[in-house]
């Protein structure tokens, strides 16, 4: 939504903006349930923020991926370094798609013991990406970038074929069954094939279905 005030300076616009915040943050009832929503705002203004609608819309976008990033619920008005964060986060989103395309992305697998026994009894799949210009690239820096891009789609379901495979290698090398973790992002759990996209890596791989788990966050869940 876009909200077009005219004749206001920002801080007359401040007092609105906490009412829309507020009347959003009240749950809306829907069937007997309860469902809240939360407003993330970015504002933008004439004409220091912009000299045309276009300008304005995009830097009062960049400005509301800005309140997102700082928890949403919330509103930021736009800042002249947003484009530079923004300019980045594209540059980012051109190298992933670049990485995937190129099969650049690898798996780490960490081991997790039963701390009595000592014994290994399961492998946690950690993705990880090696840029040729940015060396070492965080996940936390690049799995958002994936959300926001629609890679994560792509991206999660190479990282579950392949963590399946893995431990179908293992198997096949005489070692005992382990338990699989795999991360699941909550886009991925929105698809309505997520249950086909699981049974057909199993399925693949020739493993049951007790030695994978997926993790979620706690926002998936929420």
Partial sequence: FVIVIEHADAQQVVPMLERIVEAMAEPFNMNAQDLYVEASIGVSTYPQDGQDADTLLRNADAAMYLTKASGRN???????????????????????????????????????????????????????????????????????????????????????????????????????????SVNVSPLQLERSDIVQVVCSALQDARIAAHQLELEVTEGALM
Wanted: overall charge positive.
């Fill in 74 to 180: 919330g509103y930021r008005f736009y800042r002249p370094e947003l484009n530079v964060a923004a300019a980045e986060r594209l540059q980012l989103s051109t190298q992933l798609r670049r990485a995937v395309k190129a099969q650049a992305l690898h798996l780490e697998y960490q081991p997790q013991v039963d701390m009595l026994s000592g014994r290994i009894v399961g492998a946690e799949a950690l993705l990880r990406w090696r840029d040729e210009e940015l060396g070492m690239v965080s996940p936390a820096v690049f799995i958002p970038v994936a959300e926001q891009s629609g890679l994560i789609q792509t991206i999660g379901e190479w990282v579950l074929r392949t963590a399946c495979r893995q431990a179908r290698a293992w198997l096949d090398l005489g070692l005992p069954p382990v338990r699989m």
